[in-house]
């Protein structure tokens, strides 16, 4: 089992910077285990959709509507992923999701509100 913990969301103004943490903790076996980390978003209404992920080796994967704005980042050593979000924008208002895959099995946190007044 892996636990996830999300912080860094608020309110801020179109424009204007947030940065979303996110720590896994668990067992020492699933830990290890943990490939892909990743962020995903949800706004009211709509479905959740991937907004960036990080493998253990790197490799990113960034959403169109995001790109050059977020940037994703991993320190493997706490286990720990981190969203940088610049130039946010009304429509980036969302609750996030902190993601992370062992093997096959997805692991979700809690969510962390984000939202982006005009």
């Known amino acids: 089992q892996v636990q996830l913990v999300e912080s860094g969301g608020g309110l801020v103004q179109a424009g204007g910077s947030l940065r979303l943490s996110c720590t896994a903790s668990?067992?020492?076996?699933?830990?290890?285990?943990?490939?892909?980390m990743g962020w995903y978003r949800q706004a009211p209404g709509k479905q959740r959709e991937l907004v960036a992920t990080?493998?253990?080796?790197?490799?990113?994967n960034i959403a169109d509507s995001v790109k050059g704005r977020f940037a994703i980042s991993r320190d493997n050593a706490k286990n720990a992923v981190y969203l940088q979000m610049n130039s946010l924008k009304p429509e980036d208002t969302a609750v996030y999701y902190c993601?992370?895959?062992?093997?096959?099995?997805?692991?979700w946190g809690q969510g962390t509100q984000v939202t982006v007044s005009s």
């Open positions: 993601n992370a895959v062992v093997v096959s099995t997805y692991y």
């Open positions: 668990g067992s020492s076996f699933s830990i290890r285990f943990i490939n892909t």
């Open positions: 990080i493998t253990s080796g790197g490799n990113t």
